[in-house]
């Protein structure tokens, strides 16, 4: 196998964890591990066989290198003139995979930012981006707070991240176990929440939520961070923004606890095979059924077309989420799939 084919197998494997023990402490929160670490609530919570991991990291493997799959997801121009105005609009831009330019009350705010060519740990390790960024690095308005939901390079990309905080300055949102890697990398403008814990910055408040994923960027620190998602409350706007995360019950008690909220970002893509998928990603009918349990107003369909991470069609994610709409009932025009670039007022 040629270097970099063994390289990218490496990676894959790094981050095909293993799900953590079940032990539960008093006074301690269920979610976190005695001794270190955190783990997923549902009792029906899984990971796969190593045999059916490994098989699935050689074969995307050798799929990346053979027959690498082209897509150029729909996208609009946009020079960011309208977003840098004082004040900022009242806005959600997609800049692709799980990076929204979300803009509410004079604040401009960055979810998972990833603008590199790959998510990986170099610039020839990892899914290779199929469409350029919706919107230039250079072409941002002044960002105020990055959220992070979890440290997987396709959420959290070093690169980025750095070029953000020198440019930019932000507050940096993440999830607890996550402050210490961003000091670590010279960004000390950073603050770390558990699940329920919040933060207001300017008059916005910031929940991180829980999220039913797994962490790990090396061997060595598997669940060692804590995986999350965000609500971003305004005075007059609530967004919910999942992250990566499998269908669970933690929908409906977000809605419970901090909605109702206009717009959900939900990931419709990443979720073939199901032996691989099922318990950290929805499909596009879970994402639509997790909309419906946390009552928003409007699903924004995302994480699909941006980066090869799964075998589904990559074209497939939204034509599930808009049949799902039809089939039950629902309005289309709740449905967003914004195209590449898109900003559309909320």
Not at 92 to 116: E, F, K, R
Not at 246 to 259: K, N, P, V
Request: hydrophobic letters at 45%; glycine letters at 8%.
């Amino acid at each position: 196998m040629r270097p970099r084919a063994a390289a990218l197998v490496l990676f894959l494997v790094i981050v095909a964890c293993a799900s953590a023990g079940t032990q539960v402490v008093a006074g301690l929160p269920a979610h976190h591990v005695p001794g270190g670490g955190f783990r997923n609530l549902s009792p029906a919570f899984g990971r796969p066989s190593a045999w059916t991991r490994w098989s699935f990291i050689g074969r995307r493997a050798w799929q990346s290198l053979t027959a690498p799959r082209a897509f150029a997801a729909p996208r609009v121009a946009n020079d960011g003139a309208a977003l840098r105005t004082a004040p900022p609009p009242t806005a959600i831009t997609w800049i692709g995979h799980a990076s929204l330019l979300v803009q509410v009350d004079g604040l401009s705010i960055l979810t998972d930012p990833q603008w590199s060519d790959r998510a990986g740990p170099t610039s020839f390790i990892g899914a290779r981006r199929l469409s350029p960024p919706g919107l230039a690095f250079e072409q941002l308005p002044r960002i105020d707070v990055v959220v992070i939901s979890h440290d997987h390079y396709d959420h959290l990309d070093l690169r980025t991240v750095k070029r953000l905080a020198s440019t930019h300055d932000p507050l940096f949102l993440v999830p607890l176990g996550l402050a210490a890697w961003f000091r670590d990398n010279g960004m000390p403008h950073v603050e770390e929440l558990d699940w329920w814990q919040e933060r207001e910055h300017r008059g916005v408040r910031f929940v991180c939520v829980p999220a039913q994923h797994f962490s790990q960027r090396s061997l060595w620190d598997a669940s060692t961070r804590l995986w999350a998602s965000w609500v971003i409350v305004g005075r007059e706007r609530r967004l919910y923004f999942g992250g990566d995360t499998g269908y669970f019950d933690g929908f409906a008690e977000a809605g419970r606890r901090l909605g109702p909220f206009d717009v959900a970002a939900l990931a419709i893509g990443a979720y073939s095979p199901a032996s691989i998928m099922k318990w950290v990603h929805t499909t596009p009918e879970e994402a639509v059924q997790a909309f419906l349990d946390m009552g928003a107003r409007t699903m924004l369909g995302m994480h699909w077309g941006t980066f090869d991470l799964a075998d589904e069609p990559l074209d497939e994610p939204p034509v599930r989420m808009r049949a799902d709409f039809e089939r039950r009932g629902l309005d289309p025009a709740r449905a967003w799939i914004p195209k590449l670039g898109e900003t559309r007022a909320w």
